[in-house]
């Protein structure tokens, strides 16, 4: 069973259309996060919930919004794909409560290329 | 702000030759301190951790040590091998908190 699951994993699309890309893990953890890898392997955080509840939001565009419909789930919609969005979409998990170190796994992330 | 700072690669290397990749950090109180490893085409994944000063971290061979009057975790190994190729990531965390704050990564290359 893979603990942290994504899909799809590959995503080409044109510039203006939207998207989706689902999350989903099997490890009982509290914590999801979106990170974006660029080209240069530069990892971004995005968003974190905690519980469903959000707690970070980094400056990110508004034309990406998270949703957690349960604490296993941590999907990514993204509406009028710029150029600029081609990268790689990781999601992680960690348990939290404080006093666990929070490593993260990831998933196997999803090659988002706008074209 | 925290942040990590870790040398630029790519780093090429023989097989069975010595490795380190320096990485050092800037926080407030006391992070716990990571080594992530992305092969190719897959997500990262933890390589070895340590949470206070002076602890070592250690799996498949490689090594980092906590120091917090250098303020750094620099990545050793021994004796590389082909399939050691890969991105290195140093991060850091605060404990109890939600950030892991991430090195630029380190591509390592090996050579048979």
């Known amino acids: 069973d893979t603990a942290v699951s994504q899909t799809p994993k590959y995503l080409v699309t044109q510039m203006g259309n939207d998207k989706s890309i689902k999350c989903e893990q099997n490890l009982g953890h509290d914590t999801m996060y979106w990170y974006k890898q660029d080209s240069k392997k530069f990892l971004k955080i995005m968003f974190s919930?905690?519980?469903?509840?959000?707690?970070i939001n980094e400056t990110v565009p508004n034309r990406f919004s998270p949703k957690s419909p349960d604490k296993a789930h941590l999907n990514l919609h993204i509406n009028s794909l710029e150029l600029g969005d081609s990268a790689v979409y990781f999601c992680?998990?960690?348990?939290?409560?404080?006093?666990?170190?929070?490593?993260?796994?990831f998933g196997e992330g999803s090659r988002l290329t706008v074209l | 702000g925290d942040s990590v700072t870790q040398m630029e690669g790519p780093v090429t290397l023989s097989e069975e030759a010595f490795l380190t990749i320096n990485c050092t950090y800037t926080a407030t109180g006391y992070p716990s301190l990571f080594w992530y490893v992305q092969y190719p085409g897959e997500g990262l994944q933890l390589l070895l951790k340590?949470?206070?000063?002076?602890d070592k971290g250690s799996n498949k061979g490689f090594e980092a040590t906590y120091r917090k009057e250098t303020t750094s975790f620099h990545l050793e190994k021994g004796s590389v091998q082909v399939s050691d190729s890969a991105v290195y990531f140093c991060?850091?965390?605060?404990?109890?908190?939600?950030?892991?704050?991430f090195g630029a990564g380190t591509r390592l290359f090996v050579k048979a």
């Open positions: 991060a850091l965390r605060k404990t109890g908190g939600f950030k892991t704050i």
């Open positions: 992680a998990s960690s348990q939290q409560p404080s006093g666990n170190t929070g490593e993260l796994f």
């Open positions: 919930y905690n519980n469903k509840e959000l707690i």
């Open positions: 340590a949470t206070k000063a002076d």
